[in-house]
């Protein structure tokens, strides 16, 4: 066994080195351009991006990115170590985080994780000494106000924009997996805002010629306007998937954790790793599913209820208290003692983890004079006894003049 182990383990170690020796392979044999383009990258808000730096000259080791808003600015930021080997752990990132506590260089590639708005621009690699070898132009679209369309109530997408130089058209993305199995589910798709032109600047590079994103800094000033005007957009629908059937492990051992199973079991729940997490009345909670980006396939239940998106989801009621937002993420506001319970995440049609929330009510304590809630307290009835006897003291100096002036004079 030890024989066997220690030859997998050279021959994962020899993979690992070809896969290297193919990467610089790679680089060896696509040469940089001489003339600097941007290659157009379209992303939603929240998703993690990697860009390749696809060409450097053989000699160099190490590569440092750089990231510009505007072309040509003066305002530079540089996103690296200079040592090529910033690692980032995505699992701490958070929303509206600085860009600089969001990225990660690995193997010469950019990773920006829960990309947002501002992180639209230029990003250049190169070397320390300002030398730059490959380019992009990141387009990263708001999910705020996006555009949603039930289809299974008969809803439909955004109509195409068409003028005399441009049209403005949304691109989609394949649908997702169906986020439920064995019970009703739905599905997403995703579409971004693209525009179509033959007078896009020539130095940024596309996919399909003469089309490029509408955030992008291709699409010349007089299209930016409208541009800006149409939204991102996703479709809903709903869909049934069957549940892979799980491995039988063999007769005895399946003999030995029924037996297991059985002590302090509740039947009526779901086998998957449950989080315990007591929050206090009238908070705010935000809960986020485990290992899921927003192109995932994610869904919630609490308990036995389904929370569909066609009645959840963010926006589809203003007055909404419990929603989901396009980022995947469960929101409860303004915590009540009935939303506790045992709330249950999907992702790509399994169910991978439970959230058991208790709500628990203040205690109740006496005020001290020290607490700041009751210094505040006072200083607020004691500004109004003073602007009250203000406006007492005024209001009769007010009456005692006016009589005085009235009286006639000598008596």
């Known amino acids: 066994r030890l024989l066997g182990a220690a030859a997998l383990l050279c021959l994962a170690g020899v993979l690992q080195a070809f896969a290297i020796e193919d990467k610089e392979d790679d680089f060896k044999k696509m040469a940089c351009p001489s ?5 157009n990258a379209a992303y939603l808000a929240d998703m993690t991006f990697e860009l390749p730096c696809s060409c450097k000259p053989e000699e160099v080791s190490s590569v440092v990115w750089y990231f510009q808003k505007d072309l040509g600015s003066h305002k530079t930021t540089v996103l690296t170590d200079f040592a090529g080997t910033v690692v980032v752990d995505s699992g701490h990132i958070h929303t509206g985080s600085r860009l600089l506590q969001r990225f990660s260089i690995r193997m010469f590639s950019l990773i920006v994780f829960r990309a947002q708005v501002t992180d639209s ?13 490959y380019g992009y132009d990141v387009d990263v679209q ?3 106000d996006i555009a949603v369309a039930f ?9 195409d924009y068409t003028k005399q130089l441009f049209t403005l058209f949304t691109s989609f993305w394949d649908w997702t997996r169906c986020d ?3 019970v009703r589910g739905e599905q997403r798709r995703i579409g971004l805002c693209y525009v179509q032109s033959a007078q896009l600047h020539p130095r940024y590079r596309t996919a399909v010629p003469s089309v490029t994103s509408c955030g992008s800094r291709a699409v010349p000033a007089r299209f930016q306007h409208p541009a800006h005007l149409r939204r991102p957009e996703v479709a809903v629908r709903s869909c049934l998937s069957p549940c892979l059937k799980e491995e039988v492990p063999e007769e005895g051992v399946q003999a030995i954790s029924n037996v297991i199973a059985k002590l302090g079991e509740k039947p009526w729940l779901p086998r998957v790793p449950t989080q315990f997490h007591q929050q206090p ?3 705010g909670l935000v809960i986020a599913c485990p290992g899921a980006r927003p192109e995932h396939a994610v869904a919630w239940d609490k308990g036995s209820v389904r ?16 929603f989901i937002d396009h980022g995947n993420h469960l929101h409860i506001q303004r915590l009540r003692v009935r939303d506790r319970g045992t709330y249950f995440c999907w992702r790509e049609g399994e169910m991978v983890a439970g959230f058991q929330l208790s709500v628990a009510r203040q205690p109740r304590r006496r005020r001290a004079l020290r607490d700041p809630e009751t210094i505040r307290a006072l200083r607020i009835i004691g500004l109004g006894y003073a602007v009250i006897t203000v406006i007492f003291v005024l209001t009769h100096v007010c009456r005692y003049c006016w009589r005085a002036l009235r009286s006639p004079a000598g008596v």
Not at 35 to 39: A, G, K, N, P, S
Not at 307 to 322: C, G
């Open 307 to 322: 929370l569909y998106r066609s009645r959840y989801l963010v926006s589809v009621n203003k007055s909404m208290r419990v």
């Open 281 to 283: 009345v009238g908070s």
């Open 121 to 133: 621009g230029h990003y250049l690699c190169g070397t320390k000494q300002g030398d730059f070898f």
């Open 35 to 39: 003339f600097l383009m941007f290659d």
């Open 151 to 159: 289809v299974d109530r008969g809803q439909h997408v955004q109509d």
């Open 180 to 182: 439920r199995c064995g």
């Open 142 to 144: 708001p999910t705020k």
